[in-house]
């Protein structure tokens, strides 16, 4: 009886003592991450998601008993390596338009305002601070109107742009009234005027081009009427332009039209849309309307607000003579004839034109001599290329009532439906089959990445980045009033799938991993990359693609990277070295897949000489 009375006490003080151990290891493990999380402000996220962490995994998880090729031992506890903050004065730098280094290139046709990367030595390998007082911003719907003054502190814009109602300074945020250079009295009621002619409230028109979009107000009051805008504005004498529409929520990149194609696909939007905007359109032979032509979708529409547009009542208050604005528009007009533009309606300063849905019900392109055609095989090939005086052809059709390249369904109907690029087999090796396969493992991914970090669905990440974005898996899976995604499509990716994106309503944009993107630091929420490290392996650094994804991403913005084991092995040393909280988990199919995915929280820090002073 002793025995057996001895035997049962071990048992019982074995349990005790191991959920004693499990406790104290799940206790001290809460304490580091609270002591390493910057400066204990806005660092709630990433607590609470360290919180749900079974300790016993975290932060290195051993693969050893599960892969067949096991990850070593030095690569998962070795030190990381330590990135310091840059000096303060590259808050905000964007290292493909720096001003210096543009100042170096010719400013005919704008070539000085378009991407010009540093080289590699000249590369900065250290954390781009956030400026003194930053704090998350607002949210949508919120943030479309109000900013918080300290995330950008620049005022030019309030006094160059006061009478136009771009935005006001009051006390420490910048209020947007929705105004504009055109449109005074506010987005809304210029919107209610195109809606007048273009079909935008039935779902036929999703996709909008907003080219010189200053503040994005146009692009951010289309958002509640389901229209998804990218607007572009180059880095200029206005400070803080693309900053300020990112910093509201509202999808922009810096940009502009000068002497090389833009970065998206032919056919891709439904209305592009120029609100005095300052391109000059009837310039070097027609070249910029004929690049929106390139990128406005067959049935697509046209939007030109201000100078010349009803020259005839409004010279004397735009201070140009009769016989200039009159030359200008007629240059526009015949550009239009050209492109086989129609002329739908003229309202007051605003003009608007539809782009034909095929060249049979374009008299013009009868006669191919009076209109030079493209002779590029890939309309979609546009990464630096040059632009040049022709029109890209349309796909051919056999009846004129049938839509070039395919009829697309109306917003949200078209976001699941096959594209048409894929169901016309333009897209080599993928089916209808293996789209509608790719449909649901991205909504699979996303449930099992909601069950990670909570916050995935709830709006808290307004502005979405996918790095790698395949078909837009990942953004049709979460596609919400709450948030959009920029789907950036490599230009190294074996297919190109940016037009698929565009047919499901959803917008991106293509872009090269081994440079920097063209926005400015922190605009984003939340980034996403499925498989890029495999992608780039050997084309460029690890190191420098971090870090370019830690300079668009805000404090306290959260990263999920799926990819092979030993690559995010690698990717979660350098991670910690940037003050990133992370977790390394299986594939939701279990351990035996090489396939991990790795979550990371940038934690909340600030420049200045304390901060600089506490990270080094």
């Given at each position: 009886m002793a025995v057996k009375a001895s035997s049962a006490d071990n048992r019982t003080r074995s349990t005790v003592s191991l959920c004693i151990v499990i406790g104290m290891c799940c206790f001290f493990y809460i304490l580091g991450a609270w002591q390493k999380s910057g400066f204990g402000k806005g660092d709630s996220i990433a607590l609470e998601i360290t919180k749900r962490t079974d300790c016993t995994i975290l932060p290195n998880l051993s693969f050893d008993t599960h892969l067949a090729k096991q990850a070593r031992p030095r690569d998962l506890v070795s030190p990381a390596k330590k990135f310091k903050p840059c000096p303060d004065r590259y808050t905000d730098y964007t290292p493909c338009q720096d001003q210096n280094r543009a100042m170096k290139f010719p400013r005919e046709n704008m070539n000085y305002r378009e991407r010009h990367c540093p080289p590699q030595k000249e590369k900065l390998h250290c954390l781009i601070p956030p400026p003194k007082g930053y704090v998350a911003p607002f949210p949508w719907p919120k943030s479309r109107d109000y900013v918080p003054f300290a995330n950008c502190p620049y005022k030019s814009l309030t006094v160059e742009k006061a009478i136009q109602n771009w935005v006001q300074f009051e006390g420490n945020v910048f209020r947007f009234p929705g105004g504009g250079t055109q449109f005074p009295q506010g987005a809304d009621k210029y919107i209610d005027q195109?809606?007048?002619?273009?079909?935008?409230?039935?779902?036929?028109?999703r996709t909008a081009l907003d080219t010189g979009c200053g503040v994005a107000s146009w692009g951010?009051?289309?958002?509640?009427?389901?229209?998804?805008?990218?607007?572009?504005?180059?880095?200029?004498?206005?400070?803080?332009?693309?900053?300020?529409?990112?910093?509201?929520?509202?999808?922009?990149?810096?940009?502009?039209?000068?002497?090389?194609?833009?970065?998206?696909?032919?056919?891709?939007?439904?209305?592009?849309?120029?609100?005095?905007?300052?391109?000059?359109?009837?310039?070097?032979?027609?070249?910029?309307?004929?690049?929106?032509?390139?990128?406005?979708?067959?049935?697509?529409?046209?939007?030109?607000?201000?100078?010349?547009?009803?020259?005839?009542?409004?010279?004397?208050?735009?201070?140009?003579t009769k016989k200039d604005l009159e030359a200008e528009q007629n240059k526009i007009e015949e550009i239009a004839d050209l492109l086989c533009w129609e002329k739908v309606k003229e309202i007051g300063e605003m003009a608007i034109w539809r782009k034909r849905l095929n060249t049979e019900s374009c008299p013009s392109r009868q006669d191919e001599s009076s209109v030079q055609m493209c002779d590029s095989t890939n309309a979609d090939d546009v990464w630096y290329k040059k632009m040049k005086p022709c029109v890209t052809p349309i796909p051919d059709v056999n009846d004129p009532s049938e839509v070039a390249g395919g009829a697309i369904k109306p917003f949200p109907s078209r976001l699941n439906a096959v594209p048409p690029r894929i169901a016309n087999g333009l897209i080599p090796g993928v089916s209808s089959q293996a789209y509608q396969k790719d449909i649901k493992m991205w909504k699979k991914h996303v449930k099992a990445y909601s069950s990670v970090n909570k916050y995935l669905l709830t709006g808290r990440y307004r502005n979405i980045m996918d790095m790698n974005a395949g078909f837009g898996g990942f953004a049709a899976a979460i596609e919400s009033p709450k948030s959009w995604v920029m789907?950036?499509?490599?230009?190294?990716?074996?297919?190109?799938?940016?037009?698929?994106?565009?047919?499901?309503?959803?917008?991106?944009?293509?872009?090269?991993?081994?440079?920097?993107?063209?926005?400015?630091?922190?605009?984003?929420?939340?980034?996403?990359?499925?498989?890029?490290?495999t992608l780039y392996k050997n084309k460029c650094n690890m190191e420098d693609i971090l870090l370019e994804m830690d300079r668009v991403l805000r404090p306290e913005g959260a990263v999920i990277m799926r990819d092979d084991v030993d690559i995010l092995t690698k990717v979660n040393r350098l991670a910690l070295g940037m003050k990133w909280n992370t977790r390394l988990v299986d594939h939701e199919d279990g351990p035996m897949v090489r396939?991990?995915?790795?979550?990371?929280?940038?934690?909340?820090?600030?420049?200045?000489?304390?901060?600089?002073?506490?990270?080094?």
């Amino acid at each position: 009886m002793a025995v057996k009375a001895s035997s049962a006490d071990n048992r019982t003080r074995s349990t005790v003592s191991l959920c004693i151990v499990i406790g104290m290891c799940c206790f001290f493990y809460i304490l580091g991450a609270w002591q390493k999380s910057g400066f204990g402000k806005g660092d709630s996220i990433a607590l609470e998601i360290t919180k749900r962490t079974d300790c016993t995994i975290l932060p290195n998880l051993s693969f050893d008993t599960h892969l067949a090729k096991q990850a070593r031992p030095r690569d998962l506890v070795s030190p990381a390596k330590k990135f310091k903050p840059c000096p303060d004065r590259y808050t905000d730098y964007t290292p493909c338009q720096d001003q210096n280094r543009a100042m170096k290139f010719p400013r005919e046709n704008m070539n000085y305002r378009e991407r010009h990367c540093p080289p590699q030595k000249e590369k900065l390998h250290c954390l781009i601070p956030p400026p003194k007082g930053y704090v998350a911003p607002f949210p949508w719907p919120k943030s479309r109107d109000y900013v918080p003054f300290a995330n950008c502190p620049y005022k030019s814009l309030t006094v160059e742009k006061a009478i136009q109602n771009w935005v006001q300074f009051e006390g420490n945020v910048f209020r947007f009234p929705g105004g504009g250079t055109q449109f005074p009295q506010g987005a809304d009621k210029y919107i209610d005027q195109l809606a007048s002619v273009v079909p935008i409230a039935n779902g036929t028109v999703r996709t909008a081009l907003d080219t010189g979009c200053g503040v994005a107000s146009w692009g951010a009051y289309l958002l509640k009427r389901n229209v998804l805008a990218m607007s572009f504005a180059p880095r200029d004498s206005h400070e803080a332009q693309v900053q300020f529409a990112l910093e509201r929520g509202v999808p922009a990149v810096i940009g502009v039209l000068g002497t090389i194609k833009l970065p998206y696909p032919s056919r891709a939007f439904d209305m592009a849309h120029c609100s005095r905007c300052l391109i000059p359109w009837g310039a070097n032979g027609g070249i910029y309307m004929m690049e929106v032509d390139r990128v406005l979708r067959p049935g697509g529409y046209w939007v030109l607000s201000g100078p010349p547009i009803n020259w005839k009542v409004n010279y004397k208050g735009w201070q140009r003579t009769k016989k200039d604005l009159e030359a200008e528009q007629n240059k526009i007009e015949e550009i239009a004839d050209l492109l086989c533009w129609e002329k739908v309606k003229e309202i007051g300063e605003m003009a608007i034109w539809r782009k034909r849905l095929n060249t049979e019900s374009c008299p013009s392109r009868q006669d191919e001599s009076s209109v030079q055609m493209c002779d590029s095989t890939n309309a979609d090939d546009v990464w630096y290329k040059k632009m040049k005086p022709c029109v890209t052809p349309i796909p051919d059709v056999n009846d004129p009532s049938e839509v070039a390249g395919g009829a697309i369904k109306p917003f949200p109907s078209r976001l699941n439906a096959v594209p048409p690029r894929i169901a016309n087999g333009l897209i080599p090796g993928v089916s209808s089959q293996a789209y509608q396969k790719d449909i649901k493992m991205w909504k699979k991914h996303v449930k099992a990445y909601s069950s990670v970090n909570k916050y995935l669905l709830t709006g808290r990440y307004r502005n979405i980045m996918d790095m790698n974005a395949g078909f837009g898996g990942f953004a049709a899976a979460i596609e919400s009033p709450k948030s959009w995604v920029m789907n950036a499509v490599p230009t190294i990716s074996k297919m190109s799938t940016l037009g698929a994106i565009y047919e499901r309503g959803l917008i991106g944009i293509y872009h090269d991993w081994c440079e920097a993107f063209s926005t400015y630091p922190r605009t984003y929420d939340l980034i996403h990359a499925s498989g890029l490290f495999t992608l780039y392996k050997n084309k460029c650094n690890m190191e420098d693609i971090l870090l370019e994804m830690d300079r668009v991403l805000r404090p306290e913005g959260a990263v999920i990277m799926r990819d092979d084991v030993d690559i995010l092995t690698k990717v979660n040393r350098l991670a910690l070295g940037m003050k990133w909280n992370t977790r390394l988990v299986d594939h939701e199919d279990g351990p035996m897949v090489r396939e991990k995915v790795l979550y990371a929280v940038k934690q909340y820090w600030v420049g200045g000489n304390q901060t600089a002073a506490a990270a080094a």
